[in-house]
Structures are given as structure tokens and as C-alpha cells.
């Protein structure tokens, strides 16, 4: 139930490919379709039917797992600092 997904950006620094539902307040940022899917909150089939989707070919989901680390490696400590100075110089 966390509504921003921690979780997702921990598994996304460690190169995985990733799944979450719709609830993740990140997912329309970080989740794309080279990098994961996102399920319907609740609906067990539809999550069933994403995870057979990523679990069927190691190497895509190798390559997932790639693009998720490219993905989140901008959004670091030292870029949102420097994207909050910018937007006080304005």
C-alpha cells in the first residue's frame, strides 16, 4: 500500500525488471514498456497474465532489468538538488 513505491526505485538502482500495480504513485513515471508492467490494483488475472509476460525470456528481462537502471539513475540526491537550486534562481 505505499502510495510513491521506494520499493521501485530500490529494485530499479539494482537493475531489475519490475511489476506494480496501478495504487504506485511512481509507476506512470518510471514504469515504461522495455523497462516493466503495471497491473490493475486487486485484479489477480490481469497481475498473473503481466508476470508471465516478464518471466518467459530471461534475456528481455535481462534487458529490462538494464533499462530500468538508465531510467532511475537521474533521479539522485545531487540532480534534485541541482534541479531545486535552478527552479529558486528561476
Known amino acids: 500500500s505505499e502510495t510513491w513505491g521506494l520499493a521501485?526505485?530500490?529494485a530499479m538502482?539494482?537493475?531489475?525488471a519490475v511489476i506494480v500495480s496501478?495504487?504506485?504513485g511512481t509507476a506512470v513515471d518510471l514504469?515504461?514498456?522495455a523497462n516493466g508492467k503495471i497491473f490493475q490494483s486487486g485484479n489477480i488475472a490481469d497481475l498473473k497474465e503481466k508476470?508471465?509476460?516478464?518471466v518467459t525470456d530471461r534475456d528481455r528481462l535481462r534487458s529490462?532489468?538494464?533499462?530500468?537502471?538508465e531510467i532511475i539513475s537521474p533521479w539522485n540526491f545531487n540532480n534534485q538538488v541541482k534541479n531545486?537550486?535552478?527552479?529558486?534562481?528561476g
Open 8 to 10: 521501485l526505485n530500490e
Open 51 to 54: 508476470l508471465l509476460k516478464l
Open 84 to 89: 531545486i537550486l535552478n527552479a529558486i534562481a
Open 13 to 16: 538502482v539494482a537493475g531489475k
Open 31 to 33: 514504469i515504461h514498456p
Open 64 to 69: 529490462m532489468g538494464e533499462f530500468s537502471k
Open 22 to 24: 496501478d495504487k504506485v
